[in-house]
């Protein structure tokens, strides 16, 4: 039997944001959004990006779109970020990245750390310049924000990965006091801190997008614990709240 032949339009593409200059520091960027996710956080602002299903039914943006996107901005962006949902549940991700590559632009994954094998082959290859990775909580709570099973073993050795890695990277943590506690947030802020990293972001938690009513509060945002933004702040050499 032939081996199945995948193709860098096998990654199901549900959006394109035509312009960032946010989301991949130092360049101005395209975000691409995969479809998919298993996991299942709360406060996840892309609901409907966790939905899963053959290429052919959830990816909205055609093969010819996405070539067509890539050969006409060439020039004018720098680079293009692949967001999700999870990329990097997706088999032919490399094929995507690689292609990306080929029409001469830097690459930037964000990424939840739900696959280390694959985004340690990702980095190994080169096929991406920036990783962005969100911790969500200290690995022995991991498993309640993404309400799937086993994440802080995989978010841990992904961790690794990036920081064994020479690709320039951050880690980010949303924080929102339902689901994380004050100690459970300064526990996350040293899980990364002793893993090694030195690039550190808190990131409040806003409503936009999400559909979970009790994690509504009265305001827009949540304020982040002071002795954790102080703590965080000794620690890192690049830290910010956004
Ligand atoms: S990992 Fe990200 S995309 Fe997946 S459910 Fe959580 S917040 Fe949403």
New binding site residues.
Partial sequence: MEALKYTAYDVPIAGIQPFTTIDFPGKIAAVFFTQG?P???R????AD??LTGHVNDVSSVSRDSIESFLSSRSGFLEGIVVS???PTIHTSLPYLLSSIKEYGYDTALHT?GNNPEMLGSILRQGLVDYVAM?VKAPPAVYDRI?RFTNTGISATRSISKILSSQVDYEFRTTYHPSLLTEAELMDTVHAVYNAGARKYYIQRFTKKGVRDEELMLGGDYVEIPDAVVQEARKLFSVFDVR
């Fill in positions: 996710c996991w299942h956080c406060y996840c602002h892309n990006l966790r999700g949902g999870e939840n969100d993404t």
